[in-house]
């Protein structure tokens, strides 16, 4: 079963008291029983065999990195286990271990072997309704491309960090800069800053080389973000009469992700630490996504 657009719903969003700012460390115990739901529907009956042995090895990979036997003294099954700690964990981040680890097993297990779970619910709409819950408890996180990550603000996710993922994800030419982006997400979501800005410029980059070799273009391997942009000019990937226009969206592309990654990012400390402010790293996540998905679709467009 999907969210339920329900009349205290509709009401708060009449009332303005929906926010698009959200936190990020707290999970509370309504969205923590919301999560146990979903994954119980798309599990399916927890008596079934392929379900029990589902549970019993997502308990047994949090046992391992955890550092423990078990998730709790005394439970009766392995999803017992998981719930209860689930339910009483004080570390957030525990929480969202679970949270990805149990939505991974219904994105990738579930989903290739749906005859061997009844599910009451298909993996797209569990993964749509976790989205939902934690959209509506104000917490920033979204499942996208089998990973949880960090989410700023809903509008700019949902108009151009999602479609973005998407894109990288459906092309098998963009699987580098798809992993490299992801990547840099996971070190946004950990508060590894200088890392994200450095897998941004990686993925921007990778785009590029990606679309020189789907079409034949001469590149080097080890050519900077200002070679491959300026290639992309030269070959017309852009359309004549937005020439004018990407100039400026160039010299936008060399001062931002590339220029933030290199001032900041990029090479050495010196006698002093620095350290990249999150805004910055969050400014870079968004600027690369806007960029990652015009040139995607400029390729997509582009006639030789």
Request: hydrophobic share 35%; net charge negative.
């Amino acid at each position: 079963m999907s969210a339920i657009e329900l009349f205290s719903k509709r009401q708060k969003k009449l009332r303005g008291e929906v926010t698009d700012v959200y936190q990020y460390n707290e999970i509370s115990n309504k969205l923590r029983v919301q999560v146990i739901q979903i994954i119980e529907d798309s599990f399916g009956d927890k008596h079934e065999p392929s379900v029990q042995e589902l549970y019993k090895e997502i308990h047994k990979i949090f046992c391992k990195e955890y550092g423990q036997f078990s998730l709790g003294n005394k439970y009766d099954s392995d999803s017992d286990a998981l719930f209860n700690f689930f339910l009483n964990e004080k570390n957030y981040e525990h929480c969202l271990d679970i949270i990805e680890i149990c939505f991974q097993a219904i994105h990738i297990i579930i989903r290739d072997s749906p005859d061997d779970y009844c599910s009451s619910q298909e993996p797209d709409s569990a993964i749509d309704e976790l989205n939902i819950r934690f959209k509506e408890a104000g917490v920033g996180y979204q499942f996208e491309q089998g990973e949880l990550i960090k989410v700023d603000s809903q509008f700019i996710h949902s108009e151009v960090v999602k479609p973005a993922l998407q894109l990288l994800g459906k092309d098998k030419d963009y699987q580098g800069s798809s992993a490299e982006f992801l990547a840099a997400h996971e070190h946004y979501r950990h508060q590894r800053y200088k890392e994200c800005l450095n897998e941004c410029l990686k993925a921007f980059e990778s785009v590029m080389k990606a679309i020189h070799k789907k079409h034949s273009w001469n590149f080097n391997k080890n050519d900077n973000s200002k070679k491959l942009i300026n290639n992309c000019l030269t070959n017309h990937l852009i359309p004549q009469y937005l020439q004018t226009q990407f100039c400026s969206i160039s010299t936008l592309l060399e001062t931002g992700a590339a220029t933030i990654r290199n001032k900041e990012g990029g090479h050495g400390q010196g006698t002093e630490v620095k350290e990249v402010p999150e805004y910055l790293a969050s400014y870079a996540l968004h600027l690369t996504a806007s960029n990652l998905l015009f040139l995607i679709k400029c390729e997509e467009n582009y006639i030789k």
